[in-house]
């Protein structure tokens, strides 16, 4: 009997302890994790697409300043919510719209900023702009995976290997975030409308595992998968920048 006793006592310590190390791998996705899990090998997590508790005509979690923002022809959005104001870790979740209905279509970690997010980004402050921008140009040092966006493929993206490696493949693939670019330019076209100290060069990328310069990244997968499915005919557009930030 007792012997019985134990061996449940030492079944559920084990199950405790893979629950537990279960729930750090979800967590996990900070440069102290080493960040390879996110990079790499994140999978594409499919989510639902019905919320009774949300109005289904909204963006959730959008105040209406950024709402009105949405062009009226849009019918595809990538909302980057990031976790907090000076945080580098961020959430990406797409939606697609079918009449007036926004549907959530699929969701994935992201990092943004190393220093966090502003409403008046600056070349150098290591910080992602909040606000509503089009989705217009892609690109990279790989092939097209069969994207509908214009897509530029060149060595000119490859970054520098004078970077630490697990730099190297950020920009194997890249959407531009239509910030201070010229649209309907390859994502590396260095021309800046507003001027060199707005920055620019503010794409969705592949993640090395920790905070970008400004850029959104997200795993090869999750890369991929974008390319695959935003459509210049439905007009896609980004709504980025911390919960809080959006919510107001």
Not at 182 to 189: A, E, I, L, S, Y
């Amino acid at each position: 009997m007792r012997n019985d006793a134990l061996r449940r006592a030492t079944a559920a310590a084990a199950l405790g302890s893979l629950l537990a190390a279960l729930t750090t791998l979800t967590a996990c996705g900070g440069a102290e994790h080493g960040g390879a899990d996110v990079g790499k090998g994140a999978r594409t997590r499919p989510v639902a697409t019905t919320d009774p508790t949300r109005d289904p005509t909204r963006i959730p979690g959008v105040a209406d300043r950024w709402q009105r923002r949405v062009p009226a022809d849009s019918r595809q959005v990538v909302a980057v919510y990031g976790k907090g104001k000076d945080s580098p870790n961020s959430t990406v979740v797409l939606y697609s719209k079918r009449g007036s209905t926004w549907d959530r279509v699929r969701s994935w970690p992201a990092h943004n900023g190393k220093k966090g997010w502003t409403t008046d980004h600056r070349e150098g402050d290591n910080r992602s702009p909040v606000g509503v921008f089009t989705l217009s140009d892609a690109g990279g040092v790989r092939k097209d995976p069969g994207t509908e966006l214009p897509y530029t493929r060149s060595a000119g993206f490859a970054a520098p290997r004078w970077w630490a490696k697990s730099y190297w493949h950020d920009f194997d693939h890249v959407i531009a975030i239509d910030y201070n670019r010229v649209k309907g330019t390859p994502p590396n076209d260095p021309t800046r409308p507003e001027g060199e100290a707005k920055g620019g060069g503010i794409w969705l990328h592949m993640d090395h595992g920790s905070g970008t310069s400004a850029c959104v990244s997200l795993s090869e997968s999750a890369m991929e998968y974008l390319l695959r499915t935003l459509d210049p005919d439905r007009h896609p557009v980004v709504v980025m920048g911390d919960r809080a930030g959006l919510a107001t």
